[in-house]
């Protein structure tokens, strides 16, 4: 286990911070509030087209402290391993790990290893826990969310979920539909430094589109709408989409958020978010309304392209188990 | 799943920070180096006498972080649970894990669910990431380890393995042992406080003190020898070890740190140790030494109760699998 970790984890994750033979890491105090997250990534497979474990380990959790408008610093990783698994696959999913933390700035600071029997896991399950620093004065949050807000998403949905479930499945769908795995800290950090005044922001993981806005229409007690005509979605998904019985809506995404800012903001946010490649396809797809009577639902409700509307409720079950 | 967030953690672990409708949570800017660490915990059985996974999460992670000194503020909890676990098992466990938290005054600030189908997992693993803040002038790390130093234990050995082991091979020991897991900041602090001036600090996890006095050794480039005598080892657990066929120095504490620090601080030291519980069988068990030859290893050196002495060596796989 030592060589182990010294093998694999110290050469691999090399920075100031990490010492193997100390229990904790020493960090300089940050200037201002602190965000700290945690995320554990079981998905199966480990590689798939546009990523694998390893890289959406960081990109999740860096994610979800951008989405309080944090820049993130500092990351844990604790993995558990089932008896049996090749080194070489876990050097790969190291090695994918520690060049997606450099390409971020950010560093993996201290970490933990335990083994289980096989059959008693899965090859490589990884959690990493992050630490940012949230800017003087952001606030973003669900309860600020506001009656008349716009309602942005950054992109084209569901190319994560379907990328891995195509490997998954041993399917192949026209298209080379790849993960949409990455990094949102720098386009949020751009509209944040721009001026732009934002509300919430929310990644479209586990559950997509769907699941996030009827999550924050609770959260903010607030009916959400918006435009099955605005939403972008690839042909390629849509396609997969049709042939799996699956609603892009409800498919996860790694790459993708959904910004709530106030009206007079959103030109200002598409210019932004427009310049980088991976907010490239951002539009604005509906608007939050306030709810005169007092209800303990708060509905999303999707104007439809043949002109009707209807509610696009949270799924009783999971629509793709393990995939982040 | 958004039921299951509510219904157990959001109701259990209930506190000002923590939010299930926001991916991170928002912190003060704390006084002072951050000290980050992280664990992931596998232990089988959940079980066991003197606590279970979820207080064991709890202890774990804050006594790595008071391993530097650091007083412990903020958990993360990440969960991975397998298909079919009983819904009153996880609330056990989670109510164990709120319930140490609120004792050792640490919040579980944010959290993560993943559930696995059944078969790629074993009922439940436990991630915690710790934040704490470690105080002004404080430096405990394992290279200030100096010649001449003197090396404290805090208690007698091997509960916590013991306690585990009979409850998974179904065996009864007389003398009813029971896990030391406890949680080690407030008696770290008490030292601080007093002025006793650490070198280094370290629990005495899996390997128990033969694998930390190891690791140590190496990290600070010195020899250190301990004295057999000294080391207390309650009667059952050393039955249970003479049966089981186990060296009770290399069997995991969940409780029991080990402690470098100059001569003449040691009074002082174990007049503030003995004060408390957890601590009051703390002992003096050896010294550290100068190696003059320049080599690569540095040797642990066991006086025996015979009069001779022999090498404590890195085992080279896991004497207990799963033990935390």
Sequence with gaps: MQDLIQDVFVNIFSNDHLSVFHDSATLSPPNG?????????????????GGDIGSLAVHGTINDLAMSGAWPYYLSAGFILEEGLELTTLQRVAHSMAKAARTCGVQIVCGDTKVVDRGKGDQI????????????????????????????????????????????????????????????????????????????????????????????????????????????ISDSVRGACEILGLDPLYVANEGRFVMFLPAKEVDRALTVLRKHHIAHGSVDIGEVQQLHSAQHNYPVILQTLIGTSRILDLLSGEQLPRIC
């Design 125 to 232: 399950f990884i959690n990493t826990a992050g630490i940012g620093v949230i800017p003087t004065n952001i606030n973003i949050r669900p309860d600020h969310i506001e009656p008349e807000d716009r309602i942005i998403i950054s992109g084209d949905l569901g190319s994560h979920g379907i990328a891995v479930l195509s490997v998954r499945e041993g399917l192949s769908f026209s298209g080379n539909i790849s993960s949409d795995s990455a990094p949102l800290h720098e386009v949020i950090a751009d509209l944040l430094n721009a001026g732009v005044s934002i509300h919430c922001l929310r990644d479209l993981t586990r559950g997509g589109l769907a699941s996030a806005l009827n999550e924050l229409a609770q959260a903010s007690k607030t009916q959400l709408t918006i435009e099955e005509s605005k939403i972008p």
């Design 33 to 49: 509030p602190l965000a700290f997250t945690t995320d554990s990534y079981v998905i199966r497979p480990l590689f798939f087209p």
